[in-house]
C-alpha cells in the first residue's frame, strides 16, 4: 500500500548500524575495510553489499590493524574512506589511528561499543571506550569524537562525522553502542538537496612549489591525492613542511603546536550539543549516545513532578565541550551523568564544572533506565 | 653512467644505511629496472613499514608513503584498490614483512593483489640494533639472542608461494644483474610478486656472528648460491647450508583488482 502522505514518503525503519552505513555512501564514502565482530558486522554487511553497486570498494581485511592501514591507504588516493569496529578491534586500530593524526589524513571509524575491557560482553550495550577514543593512542593527537543517541541521530553524523575529518582532516570516531547499532528505529532519510557534504581542500599549487604539511592561516594543510602528479612523501615520524623526517627541535615543536591546534581552535565550530529544559533547571543531566534516550526520559517525567531537572546532550565528545559546561554549572549546583561505563564523561564534566558530579553508572550490559535516573534526581531534589 | 639522480631525492642525502649495507644495491637495482620497464614516476607509489629497507621511500622521487611497522602491505592494499591504476610497490625487511606483518603478508599473496614487494632479507632487526628476527638462522646470534637462536627461520620466498603469490623469486646482493630481471618481472606480472633479496647487514649481523666485512658477504653469496634449476637436480643433502635463487614460482592466477571489477559488474545488476 502506498502512503499519500508526503511526510512518510522517506520512513525508513532500520537499525542504526543499516544507518550508519546508508549515511556513509551518501557522504561518498568509497572504501570499505574492515573485519567482522559483533555488534558492529552488520556496517560490513550493509556495506558488502551496497559498495559494488555505487563503484566503490569493499573489502574484507585480516584484521583490524590491516582495516585501519587500508583506509589510510585509500584516503591517501582520495577517496573516502571508513571501517568498523568493536572495542577489541579499536583497541587494534589504535596505532594507525594515531598514524592518521599525525599524517593527517582523513578517515572515519565507527566503533560500535560492547563492554570491556577485553572481549567483555560482546552481545551487550556499553559506553566504555570514551577515553579509549581520546586516547587510545599514544602521544599528544588531534581527534574528533562524536556519539549519536537514535537512528535518525546516527545517519545524520555519521554525514557529519566525514565533512568534519575532510574539514580538518583528522580522524573522526563516531562512538554507537550496542543499542543504537541494533535498535530498529523509524528515521526519516533526509532530502539530498538539504544534507550538506564537504570535501576536503585540496592544493591548486603547481606540484614542485606543493608543500604537503605547509603551515597555512588555517593551520589545516592542503591535500594532495596521490597518483595525480604530486610525489611527496608522507611518514608517521616527526615532520617538516615538505613531509620528511626532521629532527629539528623547531620544527617537531611546529607540528605537534599546529596538530592540536588545529582541532582547538575550532573547537567552537566542531562542538553541538542539544538542550532540554535547561533555562530554568535547578539540576542539569548530561549524557549522550543511548543513555540520553534515557536520560531525557527521566528529565520529563521529573518536570511533570515538578522538579526543575534539565538536560545537556553531546553530540561531540572530543573535543569536550568545558567551556559550555563551565557556563552552565554558573547557575546550576547539581550535575547528574549517567553513563555505561564507571565515570567516564562524569570525569570531564567534574574538571569543566569544578564540583562533584553525580554518576548513574551500569557496567552489567543492562542498560540504564529511566526509573533509576529519576530516582537519583528525586534524591538530589529533596 | 646511469642516470640514477633522474629518480633521486637527493636533497635527502647522505643517507642513513651503514657503509656495506646492501639497502643501496637492491635500490639501484629498483630504479635500473623501473626506467628500464618505462614506468613513469607519477605512476609509482613506494609503500614501506619500519626498518632500515623501509627507509628507502624517503630518498625517491616517487609517491612515497612511510607507514607503521609491519603495515606497509596494508597501506598498500588501500591504495592499490583504490587507485588500481597506481605501480605499488612495498620494500619491507625480513621482521617488518614476516614477523610484525607477516598476517598481512600472506593475506595479500593469498588475494593475489597485483602490488610487488621487495623483501631485503639480511636475517636481522638492524634499525633497533641486532636483535634476532625470524630469518636469523638457526645458531647465529643477535642481540636478542646472545647463545645464537633456538629457533628455525622462515623461507620468506616459500611463504609467499605457499600463500597463493603469483610470481616469487629470490636474488642475493651479489646477484644484481639477475635482481634487475626478476624485479623486472614481477612488476611487469599481474598479480602478487614478491622478490626476496638477501642483502648483508655488516654492522649487526657479520660483525656479532664473524662473518667479516660486506664484502665477504657478497663472496659468502657468490660461492653458496645455486640456480633453482640446478637445485631441482640435487639430494637435500647436497642443498644444506645453500641459497636457491632464481625464479622460484610463475603462475598465472585470478588478480584480485580485476576479479573486484568483475564483481562490481555483477553487483549493479544485482540492483535491489
Redesign the interface.
Given at each position: 500500500m502506498k502512503t499519500k502522505n508526503k511526510r512518510f514518503e522517506n520512513a525508513r525503519l532500520i537499525t542504526g548500524n543499516e544507518a550508519c552505513a546508508e549515511a556513509a555512501i551518501v557522504a561518498g564514502m568509497?572504501?570499505f575495510?574492515g573485519y567482522p565482530i559483533t555488534p558492529s558486522s552488520e556496517i560490513a554487511e550493509v556495506l558488502a553489499?551496497r559498495l559494488?553497486?555505487v563503484?566503490g570498494?569493499f573489502?574484507q581485511?585480516?584484521?583490524e590493524?590491516?582495516?585501519m592501514?587500508?583506509?589510510?591507504?585509500?584516503?591517501?588516493?582520495?577517496?573516502k574512506?571508513m571501517t568498523a569496529t568493536s572495542g577489541p578491534g579499536f583497541s587494534l586500530m589504535q596505532?594507525?589511528i594515531g598514524?592518521a593524526s599525525m599524517a593527517e589524513v582523513p578517515c572515519v571509524v565507527v566503533d560500535v561499543q560492547r563492554g570491556g575491557p577485553s572481549t567483555g560482553l560482546p552481545t551487550l550495550p556499553a559506553q566504555a571506550d570514551v577515553m579509549q577514543a581520546r586516547w587510545g593512542t599514544h602521544g599528544d593527537h588531534p581527534i574528533i569524537t562524536v556519539a549519536p543517541s537514535t537512528v535518525g541521530e546516527t545517519y545524520e553524523w555519521t554525514i557529519k562525522a566525514f565533512n568534519l575529518s575532510e574539514q580538518y582532516r583528522v580522524p573522526v570516531i563516531i562512538l554507537l553502542d550496542e543499542i543504537i547499532g541494533h535498535i530498529n528505529e523509524k528515521m526519516i532519510v533526509p532530502d539530498p538537496k538539504d544534507i550538506t557534504i564537504l570535501d576536503r581542500q585540496r592544493s591548486t599549487e603547481a606540484p614542485d612549489t606543493y608543500l604537503p604539511y605547509q603551515q597555512t592561516d588555517s593551520d589545516i594543510p592542503l591535500f594532495a591525492?596521490?597518483?595525480?602528479?604530486?610525489?611527496?612523501?608522507?611518514?608517521?615520524?616527526s615532520h617538516d613542511e615538505t613531509g620528511?623526517?626532521t629532527n629539528d627541535p623547531q620544527k617537531i615543536k611546529a607540528l605537534y603546536c599546529r596538530l592540536n591546534r588545529k582541532i582547538d581552535r575550532y573547537r567552537k565550530q566542531i562542538i553541538e550539543y542539544k538542550t532540554e529544559y535547561l533555562g530554568d533547571a535547578e539540576i542539569c543531566l548530561v549524557a549522550f549516545g543511548s543513555s540520553a534516550r534515557s536520560a531525557y526520559r527521566a528529565v520529563r517525567l521529573a518536570r511533570q513532578q515538578g522538579i526543575k531537572a534539565g538536560m545537556l546532550q553531546l553530540f561531540v565528545l572530543w573535543p569536550f565541550p568545558y567551556d559550555t559546561l563551565a557556563e552552565i554549572a554558573k547557575r546550576i549546583k547539581t550535575f547528574i551523568v549517567p553513563e555505561m561505563n564507571l565515570g567516564q564523561i562524569a570525569h570531564e564534566v567534574s574538571c569543566a564544572t569544578r564540583k562533584d558530579v553525580i554518576k548513574v553508572n551500569r557496567v552489567d550490559g543492562g542498560l540504564i533506565t529511566p526509573a533509576e535516573i529519576l530516582e537519583r534526581i528525586k534524591n538530589v531534589s529533596v | 653512467m646511469f642516470p640514477y639522480e633522474k629518480y633521486l631525492r637527493l636533497e635527502?642525502f647522505p643517507h642513513i644505511w651503514c657503509t656495506g649495507c646492501g639497502c643501496g644495491i637492491i635500490l639501484k637495482s629498483l630504479l635500473r629496472t623501473i626506467e628500464h620497464s618505462h614506468l613513469e614516476?607519477?605512476?609509482i607509489?613506494l609503500?614501506s613499514g619500519i626498518g632500515c629497507s623501509s627507509r628507502t621511500?624517503?630518498y625517491v622521487?616517487?609517491?612515497?608513503?612511510?607507514?607503521?611497522h609491519?603495515?606497509a602491505i596494508?597501506?598498500?592494499?588501500?591504495?592499490?584498490?583504490?587507485?588500481p591504476?597506481?605501480k605499488v610497490i612495498v620494500v619491507s625487511g625480513d621482521g617488518d614483512a614476516t614477523a610484525i606483518g607477516g598476517?598481512?603478508f600472506i593475506?595479500a599473496a593469498r588475494r593475489n593483489l597485483d602490488i610487488t614487494v621487495i623483501v631485503y632479507n639480511n636475517h636481522i632487526y638492524g634499525m633497533t640494533g641486532g636483535q634476532a628476527s625470524p630469518t636469523t638462522p638457526i645458531g647465529k646470534k643477535g642481540s636478542t639472542a646472545p647463545y645464537g637462536t633456538i629457533e628455525p627461520s622462515f623461507d620468506i620466498s616459500g611463504l609467499a608461494i605457499a600463500a597463493g603469490a603469483s610470481f616469487v623469486a629470490r636474488a642475493t646482493c651479489y646477484h644484481a644483474v639477475r635482481l634487475d630481471k626478476y624485479l623486472e618481472q614481477g612488476l611487469m606480472k599481474k598479480g602478487f610478486s614478491l622478490i626476496e633479496v638477501l642483502s648483508p647487514c655488516p654492522t649487526y649481523y657479520s660483525r656479532p656472528n664473524r662473518l667479516g666485512t660486506s664484502v665477504d658477504m657478497l663472496r659468502w653469496y657468490k660461492d653458496n648460491s645455486i640456480m633453482i634449476e640446478k637445485a631441482k637436480t640435487m639430494t637435500e643433502e647436497e642443498k644444506k647450508g645453500k641459497i636457491i635463487i632464481g625464479v622460484l614460482e610463475d603462475r598465472e592466477r585470478p588478480e584480485f583488482c580485476d576479479e573486484?571489477r568483475k564483481?562490481?559488474e555483477?553487483?549493479?545488476n544485482?540492483?535491489r
Amino acid at each position: 500500500m502506498k502512503t499519500k502522505n508526503k511526510r512518510f514518503e522517506n520512513a525508513r525503519l532500520i537499525t542504526g548500524n543499516e544507518a550508519c552505513a546508508e549515511a556513509a555512501i551518501v557522504a561518498g564514502m568509497r572504501f570499505f575495510g574492515g573485519y567482522p565482530i559483533t555488534p558492529s558486522s552488520e556496517i560490513a554487511e550493509v556495506l558488502a553489499r551496497r559498495l559494488p553497486q555505487v563503484g566503490g570498494v569493499f573489502v574484507q581485511m585480516e584484521d583490524e590493524l590491516a582495516s585501519m592501514a587500508a583506509i589510510i591507504g585509500a584516503s591517501l588516493a582520495g577517496v573516502k574512506s571508513m571501517t568498523a569496529t568493536s572495542g577489541p578491534g579499536f583497541s587494534l586500530m589504535q596505532e594507525n589511528i594515531g598514524y592518521a593524526s599525525m599524517a593527517e589524513v582523513p578517515c572515519v571509524v565507527v566503533d560500535v561499543q560492547r563492554g570491556g575491557p577485553s572481549t567483555g560482553l560482546p552481545t551487550l550495550p556499553a559506553q566504555a571506550d570514551v577515553m579509549q577514543a581520546r586516547w587510545g593512542t599514544h602521544g599528544d593527537h588531534p581527534i574528533i569524537t562524536v556519539a549519536p543517541s537514535t537512528v535518525g541521530e546516527t545517519y545524520e553524523w555519521t554525514i557529519k562525522a566525514f565533512n568534519l575529518s575532510e574539514q580538518y582532516r583528522v580522524p573522526v570516531i563516531i562512538l554507537l553502542d550496542e543499542i543504537i547499532g541494533h535498535i530498529n528505529e523509524k528515521m526519516i532519510v533526509p532530502d539530498p538537496k538539504d544534507i550538506t557534504i564537504l570535501d576536503r581542500q585540496r592544493s591548486t599549487e603547481a606540484p614542485d612549489t606543493y608543500l604537503p604539511y605547509q603551515q597555512t592561516d588555517s593551520d589545516i594543510p592542503l591535500f594532495a591525492d596521490f597518483g595525480t602528479g604530486y610525489r611527496y612523501n608522507v611518514t608517521g615520524l616527526s615532520h617538516d613542511e615538505t613531509g620528511f623526517p626532521t629532527n629539528d627541535p623547531q620544527k617537531i615543536k611546529a607540528l605537534y603546536c599546529r596538530l592540536n591546534r588545529k582541532i582547538d581552535r575550532y573547537r567552537k565550530q566542531i562542538i553541538e550539543y542539544k538542550t532540554e529544559y535547561l533555562g530554568d533547571a535547578e539540576i542539569c543531566l548530561v549524557a549522550f549516545g543511548s543513555s540520553a534516550r534515557s536520560a531525557y526520559r527521566a528529565v520529563r517525567l521529573a518536570r511533570q513532578q515538578g522538579i526543575k531537572a534539565g538536560m545537556l546532550q553531546l553530540f561531540v565528545l572530543w573535543p569536550f565541550p568545558y567551556d559550555t559546561l563551565a557556563e552552565i554549572a554558573k547557575r546550576i549546583k547539581t550535575f547528574i551523568v549517567p553513563e555505561m561505563n564507571l565515570g567516564q564523561i562524569a570525569h570531564e564534566v567534574s574538571c569543566a564544572t569544578r564540583k562533584d558530579v553525580i554518576k548513574v553508572n551500569r557496567v552489567d550490559g543492562g542498560l540504564i533506565t529511566p526509573a533509576e535516573i529519576l530516582e537519583r534526581i528525586k534524591n538530589v531534589s529533596v | 653512467m646511469f642516470p640514477y639522480e633522474k629518480y633521486l631525492r637527493l636533497e635527502k642525502f647522505p643517507h642513513i644505511w651503514c657503509t656495506g649495507c646492501g639497502c643501496g644495491i637492491i635500490l639501484k637495482s629498483l630504479l635500473r629496472t623501473i626506467e628500464h620497464s618505462h614506468l613513469e614516476k607519477d605512476d609509482i607509489a613506494l609503500v614501506s613499514g619500519i626498518g632500515c629497507s623501509s627507509r628507502t621511500p624517503g630518498y625517491v622521487d616517487f609517491n612515497t608513503l612511510h607507514t607503521t611497522h609491519g603495515r606497509a602491505i596494508a597501506f598498500a592494499t588501500g591504495l592499490k584498490l583504490a587507485k588500481p591504476g597506481l605501480k605499488v610497490i612495498v620494500v619491507s625487511g625480513d621482521g617488518d614483512a614476516t614477523a610484525i606483518g607477516g598476517n598481512h603478508f600472506i593475506h595479500a599473496a593469498r588475494r593475489n593483489l597485483d602490488i610487488t614487494v621487495i623483501v631485503y632479507n639480511n636475517h636481522i632487526y638492524g634499525m633497533t640494533g641486532g636483535q634476532a628476527s625470524p630469518t636469523t638462522p638457526i645458531g647465529k646470534k643477535g642481540s636478542t639472542a646472545p647463545y645464537g637462536t633456538i629457533e628455525p627461520s622462515f623461507d620468506i620466498s616459500g611463504l609467499a608461494i605457499a600463500a597463493g603469490a603469483s610470481f616469487v623469486a629470490r636474488a642475493t646482493c651479489y646477484h644484481a644483474v639477475r635482481l634487475d630481471k626478476y624485479l623486472e618481472q614481477g612488476l611487469m606480472k599481474k598479480g602478487f610478486s614478491l622478490i626476496e633479496v638477501l642483502s648483508p647487514c655488516p654492522t649487526y649481523y657479520s660483525r656479532p656472528n664473524r662473518l667479516g666485512t660486506s664484502v665477504d658477504m657478497l663472496r659468502w653469496y657468490k660461492d653458496n648460491s645455486i640456480m633453482i634449476e640446478k637445485a631441482k637436480t640435487m639430494t637435500e643433502e647436497e642443498k644444506k647450508g645453500k641459497i636457491i635463487i632464481g625464479v622460484l614460482e610463475d603462475r598465472e592466477r585470478p588478480e584480485f583488482c580485476d576479479e573486484y571489477r568483475k564483481l562490481c559488474e555483477k553487483a549493479k545488476n544485482h540492483r535491489r
